[in-house]
């Protein structure tokens, strides 16, 4: 196994002192005399669009996507792009219906929406489960592909990584979403740029083991060597239509996923809450674009570590018993790459897991501090208490991940197992949030009914050919959460029209036509985004 020289080291020495440098010295300049809780969670008006697109992508982009993403790049090929380039659609749909809710409304929080258009049972009962899903997969998986990739490429100890990392991401954590928020435009660039130097690097080794006479050559070898791994639909009968049924990823399920992840879930929005409108939108439209790029760094990898390892191509002592598994495609191929580029790429990865721990983090403590113990333990706690208690909350959810996080080995693609269970709220949060928006009737009686409802019809979906004794085919978790948001869209209804209190509904958010009228700027951007995506299916399909 080859592991980093020194001037890989150096490399990534320089990246660690420049982040924490540059974030000591934000967190320095940009102190406020009395911390409270808007300029520690939020940073309120203090970051610009393209710090606040950067940060989204930051908070986004992680070791799921280098290692998980890249990793069923590897056995399933581009279609697993669809959850990246579908995200450029949604998110200008959030830019430009939510988010002037959110910020005409003056949301800070996701539980605090609901406390607001529902009541506070409805609210605590989703913090709950935020807070569950945050900490148990998301946090989680960060640490296990992180720690994984980093002890595959340096050979350091899986445990001692996962403890590095916690260190590494407390650093910039602990300072608030100022930090986090400004440190993460460096991040996302050292990302991009070790991404599109290991791309780089993989298509030059197949170019060169494939008689390619150029690297760009490398694409069509690529294509005709593994020509199953460039579709972005499966048809029924495929190996991998379970996880990305046919159509669905146009016009189904993962519309579900995707308005849920990018409009309704606190990490992400949280960047656009503390901005005004223009800056929050230009903001989500600048993550839009970052988003068609990500396939390129961290699935044409993977493809092409798929077709070295078919040629042999990789050292026995890379492969686990003679065999890659898909997650370990992205760091083993970082292996082959030369000394110093190799630390850049290292950087690269480290940047997308401690920026997405950062981000994570600061919105776990967002919601236990001020949807949880301000409004059910000490309600009358102080500023500065309560800023106190969200650093705690970082290190407690941390420790509780870290001690969690080898559990995950048993997962040859960790990004299908984060989507699935992920899944399992989605079609719930998004009917109560949607409703919530658009129809002044909904009820806190019906949103709670559908809150509790959501997970145990998942696992009804989930387990029914189990239950009925193999009677049916499984349903693939995409078109379970078209049926399980389909059924509780209805419930919601028709529990709201029977309830007498639907008629005099005074929980209704501000909401009017002029709050959804967009700058011309916008509109070209949102053309462009929508055309490139017509192209990359038409192409691709």
Request: proline share 3%; charged share 10%.
């Amino acid at each position: 196994m080859n592991h980093l020289s020194t001037t890989d080291y150096v490399v990534f020495l320089i990246y660690f002192i420049v982040v924490s440098g540059y974030g000591y010295w934000v967190y320095r300049s940009k102190k406020s005399a009395n911390v409270d809780t808007k300029d520690y969670f939020l940073a309120q008006g203090s970051l610009t669009w393209w710090a606040i697109g950067a940060s989204i992508i930051a908070s986004n982009i992680s070791s799921e996507h280098f290692i998980a993403m890249s990793g069923s790049g590897f056995a399933m090929g581009l279609a697993i792009s669809s959850y990246e380039w579908m995200a450029a659609a949604t998110l200008i749909i959030v830019a430009v219906f939510f988010l002037p809710i959110y910020i005409k409304n003056k949301i800070y929080t996701m539980p605090q929406f609901l406390s607001t258009r529902y009541n506070d049972t409805v609210s605590g009962v989703m913090a709950v489960f935020w807070l569950l899903i945050y900490i148990f997969v998301n946090l989680t998986s960060i640490f296990f592909l992180g720690a994984l990739a980093i002890e595959t490429i340096t050979g350091i100890s899986f445990n001692i990584c996962v403890i590095a990392l916690a260190i590494f991401s407390a650093i910039i954590t602990l300072g608030g979403m100022k930090v986090i928020g400004y440190t993460d435009v460096i991040q996302v660039f050292v990302l991009v740029m070790g991404g599109l130097v290991t791309c780089y690097m993989a298509l030059h080794l197949v170019s060169d083991k494939l008689g390619a006479k150029t690297v760009l050559g490398a694409l069509p070898i690529l294509r005709d060597q593994a020509s199953d791994h460039f579709h972005m639909i499966f048809h029924k009968g495929d190996k991998y239509y379970d996880d990305l049924p046919g159509v669905a990823v146009l016009a189904g399920g993962l519309w579900i996923n995707n308005l849920n992840y990018w409009g309704c879930n606190q990490y992400i929005v949280q960047r656009a809450l503390g901005a005004d409108l223009k800056t929050g939108r230009s903001g989500l439209i600048f993550a839009a674009f970052l988003k068609l790029l990500i396939p390129v760094i961290v699935v044409i990898p993977g493809i092409a570590a798929y077709v070295l390892y078919q040629h042999g191509y990789f050292h026995t002592e890379m492969l686990d018993n003679g065999v890659l598994k898909p997650d370990h495609a992205y760091p083993t191929l970082m292996n082959l790459l030369p000394s110093g580029l190799k630390g850049l790429a290292f950087a690269a990865l480290t940047a997308a897991i401690v920026a997405s721990l950062a981000g994570k983090s600061n919105s776990i403590a967002t919601i236990f501090t001020l949807d949880v113990f301000k409004k059910h333990i000490d309600k009358n706690a102080s500023e500065r208490k309560l800023v106190n208690v969200g650093r705690i909350t970082v290190v407690v959810a941390s420790i509780i991940a870290m001690s969690i996080a080898p559990t995950l080995r048993t997962f040859d693609q960790v990004y299908q197992f984060i989507q699935e269970y992920v899944g399992f709220i989605s079609p719930g949060i998004f009917t109560i949030f949607f409703l919530g928006f658009f129809w002044k009737r909904t009820t806190s009686r019906a949103a709670l009914i559908t809150a509790i409802i959501t997970i145990p019809l998942s696992v009804i979906f989930k387990y029914l050919p189990q239950i009925s004794g193999g009677y049916f085919e499984p349903i693939p978790f995409l078109h379970r959460m078209t049926w399980v948001f389909a059924i509780v869209m209805v419930l919601t209804i028709v529990v709201t029209l029977l309830d007498p209190q639907s008629k005099h509904n005074k929980q209704a958010l501000e909401v009017d036509s002029s709050m959804f009228k967009v700058t011309p700027g916008f509109i070209v951007a949102s053309i462009a985004i929508c055309g490139i995506l017509t192209a990359l299916y038409t192409v691709f399909w």
